[in-house]
Every structure is written in structure tokens, then in C-alpha cells.
T-cell receptor
Framework: SQELEQSPQSLIVQEGKNLTINCTSS?????LYWYKQKYGEGLIFLMM?????EEKSHEKITAKLDEKKQQSSLHITASQPSHAGIYLC????????????FGKGTLLTVNP | EAQVTQNPRYLITVTGKKLTVTCSQN?????MSWYRQDPGLGLRQIYY???????DKGDVPEGYKVSRKEKRNFPLILESPSPNQTSLYFC?????????????FGEGSRLTVL
């Protein structure tokens, strides 16, 4: 089965700093999804990447899927306290495989 | 307002007492899924459904049942709960025709089994 490893597990940054979270898959990624979760709450969909080399941005968050389609990165520019939370990557098996796997998450703390 | 609604949000029960966690979505989504989230283990898929009467096992289906008799509802049934099913449960849905991973999540149901 597919496994997603996220790094780092946790991250503390000063407001205004840039940061990157990585997600590495044990298999080829057919669809890679990034979510944000406030502690104990439901996940909020951020972005989806499907093509190798694809890059998407939303406000100050940019996500990329590498050419080999086994790793994705999430980059936050000029972090703010509102960016704090748990970031999770998720992946589908592709084709008619509708099972979804998630990484264990990266806990981001942004200090004012 | 588009939403996924789970009930109950909090529940404390005892071992062996059957319970059902309901999930309903108002977006006409084909795909619905249940997850459990545990410290150190992350978010794991229990069951998913691609449409009415079509369900399949996720990674941790043992001890759970689901049914999809209507498109909008996808209840999670614990026939004989055990303490290792104490967890935070999430229901989610998406348009299958779009992308199965663009999920709308419910707010979660925190279950404690004594």
C-alpha cells in the first residue's frame, strides 16, 4: 500500500519567515492533495497537484509536485500566525483505486 | 451552505454497546469516506463509498460497518465497540467526477469507549 512520509514532523517559525514542508511517497503519485487542520477540527482542502512539475499557489502558499511524481513540497512565504496548524498531504491510488492515504502531518507554530 | 454534518460530535460509551455515527452531506457528492485520526498514527481511512450501494474497505476496516442506501448519508456503525476504537472520527465527501481527493470534511466525532 502507498505510504506518505512528511517532514518535518513539527516546525516553529517566527512570523514573517518562509518555510517548506515535504511529502514523499513510496509510490508514484497520481493525485497529491494538501490539507490544513486546526487542532481537533476537520481538514480544509488547500490544493491538488496531478502533473509532474505542476505548481499551484493560493495566497502565500505554493505547492509543487516534482517531475518524478514521488514528492511534493508546500512552501509558505512570509508566514503569519493564521498559517499555524497541521498540514497534511494525501494521495489517491490512481485509476479506479479510490482509496486515499494521508501523511501523519506537520505541526506548524508561528510565533508573533 | 455546503457542508458535511456528523452526529454525535462527542460520545462516551461502554465496550460492546452498539453505536452509529451519522454523516450527511448536502452537495450531491458521489464519494463519501470515513477516517479515524489517532496521535502518532495520523489519519487512516476506514471505509469509502463511490456511490449508492457501492462501498469498499480502506486501510483499517476491522470492527466497523458502513452502508450507503442514500446518496447523502453514510453512517458508520460500530457493532461491538472496544477501547481501541477510541478515536477522533471524520466523515468526508467529494465529487467523484472531479477529483476524489478534493474532500469536504465534517467537524469530527470524538468517541471514547470505556
Amino acid at each position: 500500500s502507498q505510504e506518505l512520509e512528511q517532514s518535518p514532523q513539527s516546525l516553529i517559525v517566527q512570523e514573517g519567515k518562509n518555510l517548506t514542508i515535504n511529502c514523499t511517497s513510496s509510490k508514484t503519485l497520481y493525485g497529491l492533495y494538501w490539507y490544513k487542520q486546526k487542532y481537533g477540527e476537520g481538514l480544509i482542502f488547500l490544493m491538488m497537484l496531478q502533473k509532474g512539475g505542476e505548481e499551484k499557489s493560493h495566497e502565500k502558499i505554493t505547492a509543487k509536485l516534482d517531475e518524478k511524481k514521488q514528492q511534493s513540497s508546500l512552501h509558505i512565504t512570509a508566514s503569519q500566525p493564521s498559517h499555524a496548524g497541521i498540514y497534511l498531504c494525501g494521495a489517491s491510488g490512481g485509476g479506479s483505486n479510490y482509496k486515499l492515504t494521508f501523511g501523519k502531518g506537520t505541526l506548524l507554530t508561528v510565533n508573533p | 451552505e455546503a457542508q458535511v454534518t456528523q452526529n454525535p460530535r462527542y460520545l462516551i460509551t461502554v465496550t460492546g454497546k452498539k453505536l452509529t455515527v451519522t454523516c450527511s452531506q448536502n452537495m450531491n457528492h458521489e464519494y463519501m469516506s470515513w477516517y479515524r485520526q489517532d496521535p502518532g498514527l495520523g489519519l487512516r481511512q476506514i471505509y469509502y463509498s463511490m456511490n449508492v450501494e457501492v462501498t469498499d474497505k480502506g486501510d483499517v476496516p476491522e470492527g466497523y460497518k458502513v452502508s450507503r442506501k442514500e446518496k447523502r448519508n453514510f453512517p458508520l456503525i460500530l457493532e461491538s465497540p472496544s477501547p481501541n476504537q477510541t478515536s477522533l472520527y471524520f466523515c468526508a465527501s467529494s465529487l467523484l467526477a472531479g477529483s476524489v481527493g478534493e474532500l469536504f470534511f465534517g467537524e469530527g466525532s470524538r468517541l471514547t469507549v470505556l
